[in-house]
């Protein structure tokens, strides 16, 4: 009976072994048949779509588009690294690389200087290409929640940039964002959740006239320039939650706070009389309580 039963499961272990087989050859099948899909509407279409498709690194096809090229949306995968090749798809407007596995850029990144979006938000780098000012076009920059400790001075060349978040990072100093003063189209800049981030706002965003939120929440940061407060005639958000080295009572006897916050109120009496419900935290000016 014991010979019988060996027997049995010895082809019942050969048949799991073939179901297993047949299973991953059909899955791989599967999968080279929708990349080729894939492939034949990008160039098509000049648009990727390789969104949470399990990669290590971005399918050939994607950069034998070359020109034809105008959206990648490759994130939400387990990307390493991306080939030099990807400085041929010269006319990209917008890059998707979030939720990836990324440490650096390749050096010819910087030739995709039609990108007007570029979200690189949830990887591991560890810096931006010193050359980053090439992308001229750039109207969006998501580097939030990566390793990064400063940025390099050239990003003030991208005139055109409205949104930059660098959240989450492990950036040291708000000066290193002196440059973004020249950056006179930006609308919104997020550094919060850089702990270690000390200095004040600099003076250069002065010049940011269409800058509408600051955002600086848990960080080191110590005051704001008044510059800010009398120049940035658009700004009305500035978030400094979580901030321990601000003093309200110091920050709101700087020059030009008084006008600041006439907009933020000014603001708010809008969305109260266009009846939008907010709760009680979002009618502060998000600054930490009174020391």
């Known amino acids: 009976m014991d010979f019988f039963n060996a027997v049995g499961e010895y082809f019942e272990s050969i048949g799991a072994d073939i179901h297993a087989s047949y299973d991953s050859m059909w899955r791989s099948r599967n999968r080279a048949n929708s990349e080729d899909k894939r492939a034949k509407s990008a160039s098509a279409t000049g648009i990727v779509t390789e969104r949470d498709a399990a990669l290590r690194e971005l399918p050939r096809y994607v950069y034998?588009?070359?020109?034809?090229?105008?959206?990648?949306?490759?994130?939400?995968?387990?990307?390493?690294?991306?080939?030099?090749?990807?400085?041929?798809?010269?006319?990209?407007?917008?890059v998707r690389l979030d939720a990836n596995a990324l440490?650096?850029?390749?050096?010819?990144?910087?030739?995709?200087v039609t990108i007007r979006t570029l979200v690189?938000?949830?990887n591991a780098l560890k810096e931006l290409p010193n050359d980053i000012g090439n992308l001229i076009a750039l109207e969006e920059l998501d580097?939030?929640?990566?390793?990064?400790?400063?940025v390099p001075k050239s990003l003030g060349a991208c005139l055109k940039l409205r949104r930059f978040n660098a959240s989450a990072n492990a950036l040291s100093t708000v000066e290193d964002f002196e440059c973004l003063g020249t950056c006179v189209e930006l609308e919104e800049i997020v550094l919060s959740k850089n702990k270690d981030m000390e200095g004040c706002l600099p003076v250069s965003w002065g010049c940011l006239v269409k800058l509408k939120e600051?955002?600086?929440?848990?960080?080191?940061?110590?005051?704001?320039?008044?510059?800010?407060?009398?120049?940035?005639?658009?700004?009305?958000?500035?978030?400094?939650?979580?901030?321990?080295?601000?003093?309200?009572a110091t920050l709101k006897a700087t020059e030009g706070f008084d006008v600041y916050e006439a907009k933020r109120q000014n603001k708010h009496d809008k969305q109260l009389l266009s009846r939008v419900l907010m709760d009680e935290s979002r009618l502060d000016e998000r600054l930490p309580p009174n020391r």
């Not at 034809?68 to 917008?94: H, P």
């Not at 440490?103 to 995709?112: E, G, S």
């Not at 580097?143 to 400063?150: I, P």
């Open 143 to 150: 580097v939030s929640d990566n390793a990064l400790t400063s």
């Open 103 to 112: 440490t650096a850029l390749p050096r010819t990144f910087t030739n995709l």
């Open 64 to 94: 034998e588009l070359g020109a034809r090229a105008r959206v990648l949306d490759a994130g939400a995968n387990g990307i390493e690294r991306i080939d030099d090749a990807i400085g041929t798809l010269s006319m990209l407007k917008t």
């Open 214 to 248: 600051i955002d600086v929440d848990g960080t080191n940061v110590e005051g704001v320039s008044k510059e800010i407060f009398i120049a940035c005639d658009a700004l009305q958000t500035l978030s400094m939650r979580q901030c321990p080295r601000i003093d309200k």
């Open 120 to 122: 690189l938000r949830g």
